[in-house]
DNA sequence: TAAACTCGTGTAAACGATTTCTCGAGAGGC
DNA sequence: GCCTCTCGAGAAATCGTTTACACGAGTTTA
């Protein structure tokens, strides 16, 4: 039948039209009667075609594609992130170009690069390294999600990012009332903007409660893996160190801390209260579900979205910072 | 300085040759000399020059991206697939376009529809419904992952499988070996190919064992989450079928079948035996380590991604049907 | 030594859309 | 009746590449 693909050429001459015509049909322009736009779309529906979105994309100079850069999709914190930016995305008629760092630079950097010729219409930059400010200025809009890059911001760019200041204090503050004088607090030892505001909540929350801090309960891990809590923990106490709480910075973390504790002896949550962040469901169906600071990923992608799409439809948005809310969900380890 | 961005022409102008002889170097087809060479490649590093891919895919009629069609990415067996193929597409100079479907077979035509538009080289269609044919003929070549659709396989596709067969077989095996009797078996009512075939082993081993099976044992249900298999369990248990080991076709499955058999007093694995299917990490991180069948989802995505490519280059591939090996992780629930 | 290659290079035609002109016809105002 | 406007439609330029073809000059072959 057909060899290829039918083009607008192709519908054309079938319509008995010029392809000025059913370009105009096609993008809804008007400068048409209602008799040849029927007649166009009938051909259209009858050779099922589809727009080349590649020749449109070189012509107008930009694919209706979103790149989002993710450290890891195997988290299912960033895989439900990038669910619900998909979603979003796809609803408003942009397909996403997924890509996947390991939290390493240089591919961010070369996803970057591929991104930009692409000739994507924007990009999401998730919890990225920050560590490099290329080509953000003159390229296609950007939001940063979850972790603060540590340059001056390009103009059209925007910063969207759970309250993690709040959900520090949260997760602290709850402790702390339910009596905790020592809470240990497992953090990336990288200190990202997302952890070092949680560390700053932290803070505040002893401050205000006119407690001190004694800074050997802060522990710096090199990731934020299972793994690295259950040794961290373990360090922790053949180190003599005392604690009655931990405040974990990732469920993941949490997870881990708690199987170190039980392997040791320590009660949860009678000897040790445990608190987590992200709101992962493995920290819900832990064999004691695992009290949790949960993100609000549906708002943080909708914001996202909705501010992208803004920069792309050259409007202003009202705030180049958004912060998400969060929610503690208490459960049985406080 | 750059208004929009450089261009062949700009390279070619600055280089004092021909945008051919740039093309020709950019894409190393020879017929030009070291010199001119040299100084092409100086000027586009001067200008930190990149090839729009929309322009060259629009001229080769295709793009060199690959879709990637899932049906949820929050799922972490799902989510280790879609990152190894990126991982290993990538390397090739490939691009990932990802498509979350939420299991929705209208979701899924709409995105096959939008890669095709997108002139993608190849499409991987993971874990598909299988239930619409449309559009695979004489478009790019396709991979389907786990699930076999239910239609006459178009030439240039290949179908990926883990052995489900012999997972079905190793988990009913090991479970019979170990004294069981009444074997429960927990899977998605949806007859879809992969879990059929693990039943099918399930019935195999029976068989080979000169057991019977209750079909009673055999539960269907709505879906493969935690939830579904703590209600079914629950429901199993209230009418009264007697089981003493239970094979859960996925680890969240065995979650929920674990949870559940908790709280109504039965004892892992004293009382019943439990084997679960994936080897996804919550699984390992269970109360009790959950024994299961692992995956190699690495594998899995070698050998999907090479059959693509030998697909988009011309070459022939030597099974249309490709089936890569499960390995029995024994925990403690058995 | 003429014919036939090879080599480096340039010219120009695609690829499939969008978009700016241009133009004729009909309508309306004076 | 003439001028102007609007409206539907087409012709053609354009986006940034690749690539078939052309073309001299040098090199080989018979």
Chains 1, 2 share one sequence.
């Not at 003599?240 to 009660?267: C, N, P, V």
Request: glycine share 6%; net charge neutral.
């Amino acid at each position: 039948m057909d060899k290829t693909h039918v083009s607008i050429k192709d519908i054309a001459s079938m319509a008995g039209v010029s392809i000025a015509t059913v370009s105009r049909v096609l993008n809804k322009t008007g400068r048409y009667t209602k008799e040849t736009e029927e007649r166009v779309n009938a051909v259209m529906k009858a050779t099922n075609y589809h727009p080349n979105l590649v020749a449109r994309g070189l012509r107008v100079n930009r694919m209706n594609n979103i790149g989002i850069i993710t450290p890891d999709i195997t988290n299912e914190f960033f895989a439900k992130l990038v669910m619900e930016l998909q979603t979003e995305l796809f609803a408003a008629g942009y397909c996403s170009l997924i890509c996947n760092t390991n939290e390493n630079p240089d591919m961010e950097r070369r996803h970057f690069s591929m991104l930009q010729s692409q000739n994507v219409a924007g990009i999401i930059y998730m919890a990225g390294s920050g560590t490099f400010e290329s080509m953000t200025s003159k390229g296609a809009p950007t939001a940063y999600i979850d972790r603060v890059p540590d340059f001056a911001l390009p103009e059209n760019s925007v910063i969207v990012e759970s309250d993690n200041f709040s959900g520090g204090m949260l997760a602290t503050s709850l402790l702390l009332s339910k009596g905790c004088k020592d809470i240990l607090l497992l953090s990336d030892k990288r200190r990202l903007s997302s952890q070092q505001n949680r560390i700053n909540g932290y803070h505040e929350s002893h401050s205000r409660a006119g407690a001190v801090v004694n800074t050997k309960l802060i522990r710096d891990l090199d990731s934020v893996s299972f793994g690295a809590a259950y040794s961290a923990l373990g360090e922790a106490i053949s180190l003599g160190i005392k604690f009655d709480g931990i405040f974990a910075s990732t469920d993941w973390l949490a997870m881990g801390a708690y199987q170190a504790a039980k392997e040791h002896g320590l009660r949860i949550p009678e000897d040790v209260k445990l608190v987590g962040y992200d709101g992962i469901s493995a920290a819900l169906y832990n064999e004691k579900p695992i009290t949790t600071i949960c993100q609000n990923t549906l708002e943080i992608a909708r914001a996202t979205v909705e501010a992208v799409i803004s920069f792309i439809q050259g409007k202003e948005i009202a705030e180049q910072r958004i912060k998400v809310p969060v929610a503690l969900a208490e459960r049985e380890t406080t």
